[in-house]
């Protein structure tokens, strides 16, 4: 069964670095996401982005936050320059095969912490 | 405003039947997802409802009423590998999340 992949596993930086978080997402879907978990609290959701452009973005993706998807596979996340804050958990999405989102299936994760 | 409301903590025994509520306020909402999440995993599918009325998919069942903003999550045959985080969001057009339900089962 096909499913989202994300790397790296775990990330570990220094604050103001800059990180790039990873995702593979389901080969036939058209619609892909970032969320982030802070350990304790909800799912809260990032960014959307379909036919190569955001959709939709939440008021934590400031300026600090970018996503692109650089080839016909790849998505990815880059926070610019990372503060103590932006430890979290965070989980790509996709979904959708034609024009509706349909459900969204999640990604295994990628835990980042920032010291 | 957007709002999800779930119970913070459930505990049943296994083999009994569990419900577990959800009530929202969201604005462009076009259906309510139950996901299950293992602490430190990542989200999983369980349901996904858009009309009114119950959905049955093996030991879940999953319940929707729009006018009242209201669905519930229906689990029988608890087992114990049900004990994990149970996820009510509404679809709009992202997912808003409620802080979940962590359900306890006790042998």
């Known amino acids: 069964e096909p499913e989202v992949t994300q790397t790296p596993s775990h990330q570990v930086t220094q604050m103001g670095q800059e990180v790039i978080l990873r995702c593979v997402p389901i080969s036939n879907h058209l619609y892909f996401y970032w969320y982030r978990q802070i350990l304790g609290q909800k799912v809260e959701f990032l960014v959307s982005f379909y036919n190569n452009e955001i959709s939709e973005k939440s008021e934590i993706f400031d300026d600090q936050f970018s996503v692109e998807r650089p080839d016909g596979s790849n998505f990815t996340l880059k926070i610019r320059s990372t503060k103590l804050e932006d430890s979290a958990m965070y989980f790509c999405?996709?979904?959708?095969?034609?024009?509706?989102?349909?459900?969204?299936?999640f990604g295994p994760g990628t835990r980042l912490l920032v010291l | 405003g957007q709002n999800i409301d779930q119970p913070t903590e459930m505990t049943a025994t296994e083999g009994a039947i569990v419900q577990i509520n959800c009530t929202y306020q969201t604005s462009g909402f076009n259906g309510l997802f139950w996901y299950q999440q293992h602490a430190g995993e990542a989200p999983t599918f369980l349901s996904y409802?858009?009309?009114?009325g119950l959905e049955e998919k093996g030991r879940f069942s999953s319940f929707l009423s729009r006018s009242k903003g209201y669905s519930y999550l229906l689990l029988k045959e608890l087992q114990m590998k049900d004990s994990a985080s149970y996820l009510c969001a509404g679809n709009t057009d992202k997912l808003i999340f409620g802080t979940g339900t962590r359900l306890q089962v006790f042998p």
């Open positions: 409802n858009v009309l009114d």
């Open positions: 999405a996709s979904g959708g095969t034609s024009g509706n989102q349909e459900t969204q299936y």
